[in-house]
């Protein structure tokens, strides 16, 4: 019986072991790819990257006629929107960006000099290097409050405004109104992690979509190499 204690005693301090190894290692970006190793694996022909203040935004600016901007969603990138570009891209000029923090773009790092820069500024700096001075603006769900924001800052420079599932504030869904599995590994890459998995990433679009059949397994592995947990510390203006 005391030998049996011993082993069990031992079993469970290795597995204690390994699980605070895992947890240091995935919270000391171990297992995380650099911005240049995610710059050297996603990037397609069209990535342009271009410096502002302290950032290096990966934008994509394709195809001709009138200029619309395209700004995706919290926990997307510029490739939300592939299936409309490539449809109609011989119709529209079409300007896509990762914003801050997320796809292939650098995350912006709090100090002085960044105090005053918001996302709308850095859009509006990105447009006017592009020289484009009259637009339609597409967003949807975070990315249509950073373009509701734009259009109120800017208004001489917006020509429609297309929202889509978008609040007008910043929306905070309570952990406990979530599915359980949602729940559980928000706990386990959130809390305790500060990395979010492939689990993660398969228990959310199998929220999001409901049919876990329509998922890819690349889309999955691209998801857990480019989106940690914190994206950025920019933000959008206080008041209007």
Known sequence: MARQRRILFLVFGVVVFVGI???????????????DDLRSKYATTGSQYVDIEDLSIHMRDEGSGSAVLLLHGSLGSLRTWDAMVNKLSDRFRFIRLDLPGYGLSSTAVPNNEMENVTLTSIIRELLARLNVNKLSIVGTSFGGSVGFWLASEYPEIVDRLILINTPTQPVSIPRSERPLPVRLQMLLCDDLLEMRTVAFWRAYYSYLWGDPGRIEQSLINKKYDMSPVSYTHLTLPTKA
């Open 21 to 35: 190894s895992t947890i240091f290692l995935f919270r000391s970006n171990a297992f995380r790819l650099t911005l």
